[in-house]
């Protein structure tokens, strides 16, 4: 069978301390949307981090279109196609959105102007907002920078840790929206979600973690349907 697009397989690490991650395996497909679901402190944000090669694994791998980029720096996995937007501190409060735009694409040194373009196509309200501090946005605006900023690497595939952490229900769907956009444009999406139940109805396949382990992972649509599955992690 071939590999997901990329995956992070069998990771067991942590902080420097105690293992945090157990085992713990995530993927995303080619053409995808992954999701990674479960309650706060279950390693989710410590997954990801993995996967963008910011701890080191004692144990397991990270693969990228079939090739092991486990020893890989994170600015080396951005140059090999991997966009990240973390939890926190993802974008630049004192800068504009242009120049956040503009950070973000740091390892290209052609023409940006065209992907530039491109998400202020994708989000509008920043092509009108372009000269004005990040940081004076609301959140759901300020999510759209931090995507936005991850976009302007041209990325392979997309990692977004709580996309729409903070923002109220109407602009979370839009917020999926746009990310499903993202999806269609080829980019497969690996992202975690705390909105499991919207999450998982967008997701091709979706991974519960607890406690550093992967609990269940299926399908979105299956795992919507687990009674086990609501009734632990979706609210019934
Ligand atoms: N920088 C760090 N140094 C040491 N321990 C950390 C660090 N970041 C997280 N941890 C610990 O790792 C565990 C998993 O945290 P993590 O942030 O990965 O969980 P999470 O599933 O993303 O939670 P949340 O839903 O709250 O975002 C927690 O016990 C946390 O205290
Ligand atoms: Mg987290």
Redesign the pocket.
């Known amino acids: 069978m071939a590999d997901p697009y990329l995956i992070g397989d069998a990771m067991t690490g942590?902080?420097?301390?105690a293992d945090?991650l157990h085992d713990c395996t995530i993927s995303v497909e080619r053409g995808e949307i992954a999701v990674i679901v479960?309650?706060?402190?279950?390693?989710?944000?410590?997954?990801?981090?993995a996967v963008f090669g910011m701890l080191q694994l004692r144990k397991g791998m990270v693969r990228l279109d079939g090739t092991d980029i486990t020893g890989l720096s994170p600015q080396a996995r951005v140059r090999a196609g991997m966009g990240f937007v973390p939890?926190t501190g993802n974008i630049f409060p004192g800068m504009t959105v242009e120049e956040n735009l503009e950070m973000g694409a740091f390892i290209r040194d052609d023409d940006i102007s065209d992907t530039r373009e491109q998400v202020f196509d994708l989000f509008p309200i920043l092509r009108d907002k372009r000269a004005q501090a990040a940081g004076e946005l609301s959140g759901g605006q300020r999510q759209q920078v931090a995507v936005g900023r991850a976009l302007m690497t041209k990325p392979k595939v997309l990692m977004l840790?709580?996309p729409t952490a903070g923002v109220s229900p109407i602009v979370m769907d839009e917020l999926f929206d746009r990310i499903i956009e993202v999806a269609r444009t080829g980019i497969p999406i690996l992202m975690?979600e705390?909105n499991a139940r919207q999450a998982l109805e967008i997701a091709d396949k979706g991974f519960v973690?607890v406690q550093?382990r992967n609990r269940y992972t299926d399908t979105g649509k299956a795992l919507l349907a687990d009674p086990e599955v609501r009734k632990s992690f979706l609210g019934g």
């Open positions: 942590g902080y420097g301390g945090i479960g309650p706060n402190g279950a390693g989710k944000s410590t997954a990801m981090k939890q840790d709580e975690v705390q973690m550093g």
